[in-house]
């Protein structure tokens, strides 16, 4: 049998030692190193770095937001799965909406997918929230839609929508964002799950 390490304490600290020694930072403000490394963590990929993309004060607003206590919206259960509840500040509520009983009905009435009609639930919890998401593109494009409807806007949205349908495009549209809206983004195909949650768990507890 090949031998390994069992320690877990062992395990993490050499996971970020070798994260941190693979991860090109040049460029990276410090606010936004553990989001990065946390990120590539999640992925096992360093390359991402030259498609991250942030807003002056991203990390900051998200950090600020988490400690008086906001809530964080996301896309998928997997995404709030992933979200380690005893980093949180202020033990805010991890919110997922795709499971409420309303959802298929309002999907089906706008001809659209359960997860855009599910954004439509997040309503004032939407004021000063960080959100999280990890999956779906018409997730992101119906929130787009409501800010620009005039719903609440949040402190930060974290950019990790995946595939090869509207994903790269759900991203580029929050980019390029007339509100004034903070992000932090993967431009692309790439993202998921694992990696919205590793950026929450990254502005509520930094590597710790």
């Not at 096992?44 to 030259?50: N, Q, R």
């Not at 580029?172 to 950026?199: E, P, V």
């Amino acid at each position: 049998m090949t031998d390994y390490i069992r320690d877990p304490a062992a395990i993490y600290r050499e996971s970020f030692t070798r994260v941190r020694a693979a991860t090109n930072l040049d460029g990276v403000p410090e606010t936004m190193t553990d989001v990065v490394l946390r990120l590539v963590h999640a992925c096992g990929m360093p390359d991402i770095v030259d498609d991250l993309v942030w807003t002056d004060g991203a990390a900051d607003a998200g950090r600020t937001a988490l400690a008086q206590g906001r809530p964080v919206l996301v896309d998928a259960e997997m995404v709030g799965a992933g979200v380690i509840r005893a980093r949180l500040p202020a033990e805010n509520r991890v919110i997922c909406t795709l499971g409420e009983e309303s959802v298929p009905a309002r999907a089906k009435s706008a001809a659209t997918t359960r997860s855009a009609a599910a954004v439509e639930l997040w309503g004032d919890q939407l004021d000063g929230a960080v959100v999280a998401i990890g999956n779906a593109p018409t997730a992101m494009f119906r929130l787009l839609e409501l800010i620009d409807e005039g719903a609440p806007r949040p402190a930060l949205v974290l950019g990790f929508a995946v595939g090869f349908v509207g994903a790269a495009e759900s991203k580029d549209a929050l980019i390029t964002n007339n509100f004034g809206i903070d992000y932090i983004a993967l431009k692309g195909r790439r993202g998921g799950s694992a990696m919205a949650a590793a950026a929450v768990n990254a502005l509520a507890g930094g590597l710790s």
